[in-house]
């Protein structure tokens, strides 16, 4: 193993000095002179026209200096996909309680708020349809009357049902007829938020110039930029998006969420406008996760394998398609070989606040739906279930859902580590349970840029457009460091703005080490060989005599003759070449599945349903740890996460208005530290082909299994599957004393009527 | 109307106009633009603005401003020595990953702070409790745990 510089070290954090000084900038942070505060008017109704809208009197309360409503914007609809579904305030019409109807900006906050209090509106109601099951039927009250004329609307199954995704191999029909047993069953995952402790927040200023600049809290600032020139209907090359301190987004902040409110009042108003969302404002205008109900059927012979499994999966969109299903469809799978397969997700209209994306969004409800779904099976053919994931694992070669052949991978490597680590198969103590569950995923990938200067001194400019998000910036400073040679602390990373940084896709699916980081990676080689062409110049020795290695290069067998980085940097800008600039771009990179292990032990109290965990292990191939600590860090914090997912977390939304019921951090329970047990990690190293250094993505896959796991260690525990997330003590308990949960069975064919091809 | 406020903050005495309604988050944030204090609920349930008040921890977004008139704080700002040199628990969670988006690790840092300066030498338990109040979605908790009880052991060697 050679000795590195950077690479592999669990180096503290590029941005840590100023995050643990209490200096680092969030776009709540800025403050400009002459700046406003905006605030929000939003729905009280679930589905209702708009018949009055009157803001005389909130314009004429001294201190306002701009209102806005719906008809200010252009009219235009748009869509975080293909599909274009959406305004960015309500006109004549509003879908779900909490959507935005009405901006007011003004010299302060207090005032701002009693001018949103003196906006008339009156509402005339519509019919409302709330449940999911409900929704999706051909008879259904439709959500939008007039969805046929979306632009992208119609490759699904009409009506409410806005999304199909859908995958086939084989013959599932002569399959299940050649299964020795058949199993089916259904689960349902539960609404819940991303819990980002950073509201959402921007400042929208008009520059001297015309240009508008909006100080955002972002994964995605091209996106936003986007996003945003579409609804307002003006040029992207008159935005500016920077990108502040991220305080944690988690898929929630990937697209324009509302930016395009005080940037539309501050185009009215000609001062700087801020908004900040409240924390109820987080649960109840944009973006957290609905219900999925999922029904699994699985074909399997005696012996174990499984031959046949049939996946239908619905997912509740909420009144746009903020993000639909995603990735969940192939995710029916598992890792598991499965010949025959015929798998389905619908996305489905509702009038509930949107859909936004979360963690891999999709795939930790089928993960956990599958993953219990596998125990179940395991049980009814007397197999133990860990040894049963084991002779149905993927291997090397198998073709993937997508049809790419599986490279080489860490999964049974993450199988054995758990299993090792906690001495399976072992009996477990009276109520008390263990359960393991598996996750895949891929490593993400979409366009990536980077450029890397070499700066008169010797340090390096390392210029991206990824916002950080869990120490990527620190990630991708290793790599640029090990690269060209020299130590972290010689590499500077810039904060970046959509103008000063190249295009980038947005920071999320765990695609920045991978793909943004292999982007760095080729600048720096390409810095990297610019440097040794020069030192080859000068030096008047072949680039292939020479090393690039702890701020110099030299000749690798006649070391005195050497210049340092900061000798070339000089001389290179009266190089013929010019200054030294490594530049590279890519739009995808090849397929790097992440697979991992996850095991929960828990303590079930009969008497009150209470479940405890007591100890969580969860080994996962992360190809190589650019930086231990901060992927084992992204690890436990992801798996916290499912464990909140599996045990507490749920927005509860009222089953006849839609409205969330529990708007708050005190009525949303988040896991606290007194809650959790000691994350036991286990890093595999299978290094992949193409991601830098063989680096595989990290942070999606630990939010998958808990939920399964804790579930499988319940049964285990005290013999009850639970079905429904969370597993609350009231639903345990229900359990334990043989009352039946809400979900039981999905009729697909009644839901989807007989003349429906999608089935 | 604002109304004269007087408070000693990281150890320098303030005077300054602040509204009757401002909470002392919004005192120090809006006013005297010490942002490093977070607002993250402004209900008192995530601990993102904890602060010291007269040295125990609070949530700054529950305190009136004008209810802590006379009374000394302490931010986040204020922990660093005038030469730059980071509080033990600071400097342990930089070495030791405690801190990821960074939102909630000036609240997190000030609950610490707060129970080392009661108890050095706390149990694992102690500190879970210590920071019961203050959420955090990154971390997992227990790189943040960690951190704290290198920062135990530095302040016991007397590195602190």
Redesign the interface.
Known sequence: MPEHIALGKSLPRVDAMEKITGKATYASDVYLPGMLMCKLLTSTESHARIVRLDTTRAEALPGVRAVITGNDYPDIRFGSGALRDRRIMATDEVFYIGEAVAAVAADDEITAQEAVELIDVEYQPLPVVVDPLQAIRDDAVPVHEDLESFEGYGFAGGGNNCTLLDADRGDVVQAFQDADQTIEETYQSQPINQGFLEPMACVANVEPNGRLTVWASTQGPYQVRAQLASVLDIPLSRIKVIAMELGGGFGAKLRLAFEAFPAMLAMKSGRPVKLINTREEAFTLNGPRLETNIRLKTGVMNDGRIVAREAYSIFDVGAYLGAGPNAGVGHALGPYKIPNFKLRSYGVYTNKIYVGSYRASGVADMTFAVESHMDSVAHQLGIDPLDFRSMNAVEEGDISVSGARLPRNGLRETLQAVKDRLGLPKKMGEARGLGIAMGEWRSGSGPSTAAISVNEDGTISMLTGSVDISGSDTSMAQIAAETLGVTLDQVVVPKRDTDMAPFTGPSGGSRIVYSQGKAVQMAAEDARNKLMALASDRLGVPPDALACENGKVYVQDNTPQELTLAQLARMSLTSPQGPIVGNASLSSMPFAPVYNTQAAEVLVDRETGRVTLTRFVQAQDVGVAINPMSVVGQLEGGAVQGIGRALSEELQIDSETGRVLNPSLATYLMPLAVDMPEIETILINVPTDDGPFGARAVAEPPGFGPPAAIANAIYDAVGVRIKELPFTAERVLAAIKGQQPKAGFIDIEALLSGENPLV | MKKPLKLTVNGEPREFFV?P?FSLLDALR?EL???????????G??G?CTVLLDGKPVTSCLVLAHSAHDSQVT???G??GQDGL?HPV?QA?????G????????GL?MSAVGLLQENSDPSVDE???A??G????????????ESIMAAAQEIRDGNG
């Open positions: 509204e309604y809006d633009h010490l942002t490093g204090t977070k607002k993250g609920c402004d209900e349930d995530c993102a931010t986040i700002e922990l660093a980071l600071q969670f930089v070495t030791h990953g801190l990821q988006c960074g939102f909630c690790t000036p840092v500190v879970k409790y920071i019961g203050n959420l955090c979605r990154c971390t997992g908790y227990s790189k943040v745990i």
